[in-house]
């Protein structure tokens, strides 16, 4: 039986799959059950930072699996404890702690919770606790109950409602949206500095210091969800960092790029302050207000913690930014008729589509066109959207796979 057979027979559908059947990987490429090798700037949809099978996350994973691969987070782990301080002192840089779970949705479950526990220490005026969460248009948290109701896309909330209470979705980089938006039951806002899933848009820095304002003022809670952006992708260790630096998060959600290819997410939450009594907005999540089983293991904490320790050591933002520059000026300078342009940051790219221009069979989109194109001729990449294809290369990746990419990309697309 095929390997497609076998999906079809056992798998639920919940992917649209596209016929590739993946077996091997190393670096940059990726090579299917045929033998033929693509240069993969999908990476997992911006999760193997270091490529494929980058010998320092398996020589991590090799010697943990061979030393202590779970323990319940009943007990001390060191590994989560390294993994820890290296998040907080080399890549957050501010005072806060860490919570570890296994996806970027349980992370903004995580911060959701954080603002309702919030919102009962520092209630409305009658002592009605706060729980709403403004968040924005076009974004993507994800898939559990929680995420998709803080996602501000109907067409990922289709089919399940009732939806979770308590979320708003405001225009995204429009700081006049927010002069009236707060409520006397709004807790937080939560948003992404750059929208991956909703089309590769970044939050501009004006937009960001009116929200980061309009939370000081009205006593909320300020989240980032850097999920795909986070860790060296947009060309910071923050993605927020690349915008305006200056600002002061109140949390932050992770996962993707941090583990490289090993299933793992994160949250992070300040040491501030919330009251007069000195109350660390860290420790409204005591013992038993949250917990994953698998969260935190030694195993993934080890890999994440090579992973991160070589996008620092090797200053592979850096490269993120070097790269971006490269990857704009040699588009900018093809002044194709289907480009509508290039949004993003570091390695975090969309290229804009003129939908017009591309012929679109039935059911499918425009940068389904483009990406299956592009597949046929050996380069993977994902949509986001329908009118906008992703470049999310590893983060080391060199010039020479970039100018092969930008053939492949060229040929394709100067065929519209």
Excluded at 122 to 134: C, S
Excluded at 281 to 302: E, I
Excluded at 325 to 344: D, F, H, K, M, Y
Aim: proline letters at 7%; a negative charge.
């Amino acid at each position: 039986m095929t390997t497609s057979a076998t999906f079809q027979q056992h798998v639920l559908p919940t992917y649209g799959r596209f016929p590739l059947v993946a077996v091997r990987g190393e670096g940059c490429r990726l090579w299917d059950d045929a033998h033929r090798c693509y240069l993969d700037f999908c990476t997992g949809i911006a999760v193997c930072s270091l490529g494929h099978c980058h010998p320092r996350l398996v020589a991590a994973l090799r010697e943990q699996a061979g030393i202590l691969i779970h323990v319940s987070n009943l007990y001390q782990i060191p590994q989560q404890a390294a993994l820890a301080r290296e998040i907080n002192e080399e890549h957050v840089r501010l005072p806060g702690k860490v919570f570890f779970g296994n996806s970027g949705a349980e992370a903004n479950d995580g911060l959701i919770k954080a603002a309702r526990r919030f919102g009962h220490r520092r209630p409305q005026p009658d002592g009605t606790p706060r729980f709403e969460v403004l968040t924005f248009q076009q974004s993507f948290h994800g898939r559990t109950l929680g995420a998709m109701a803080a996602t501000g896309q109907t067409k990922i909330q289709e089919g399940f409602d009732p939806l979770l209470p308590g979320f708003r979705y405001l225009p995204f980089n429009d700081p006049a949206a927010l002069e009236n938006a707060a409520r006397p039951d709004t807790a937080a806002v939560l948003l992404e500095p750059v929208q991956g899933e909703g089309g590769v848009n970044v939050a501009t820095p004006e937009f960001l210091r009116a929200v980061a304002a309009f939370c000081h003022a009205h006593d909320l809670l300020l989240f980032f969800d850097e999920v795909q952006a986070g860790f060296g992708r947009c060309g910071e260790a923050m993605a927020w960092r690349a915008i305006a630096p200056e600002i002061q998060p109140d949390g932050l959600a992770w996962a993707k790029g941090m583990g490289g290819g090993v299933p793992i997410g994160a949250f992070w939450l300040s040491d501030r302050s919330i009251d007069a009594a000195g109350t660390a907005l860290s420790s409204l999540l005591g013992p038993g207000s949250h917990g994953s089983t698998y969260g935190g293991n030694p195993l993934v904490c080890a890999a994440s913690l090579a992973v991160l320790e070589e996008i620092r050591g090797q200053d592979l933002a850096a490269n993120a930014r070097r790269q971006e520059a490269r990857i704009r000026q040699t588009i900018g300078s093809w002044q194709l008729p289907v480009v509508t342009g290039v949004r993003g940051l570091g390695l975090l790219l969309g290229i804009g589509l003129d939908p017009t221009r591309i012929p679109t069979p039935e059911g499918k989109t425009p940068a389904l066109v483009v990406v299956n194109r592009l597949m046929e001729n050996g380069l993977l990449v994902p949509p986001a959207g329908p009118n906008t294809i992703r470049l999310l290369p590893p983060l080391n990746v060199t010039d020479a796979e970039i100018d092969e990419a930008l053939v492949m990309v060229h040929d394709v697309l100067s065929t519209f």
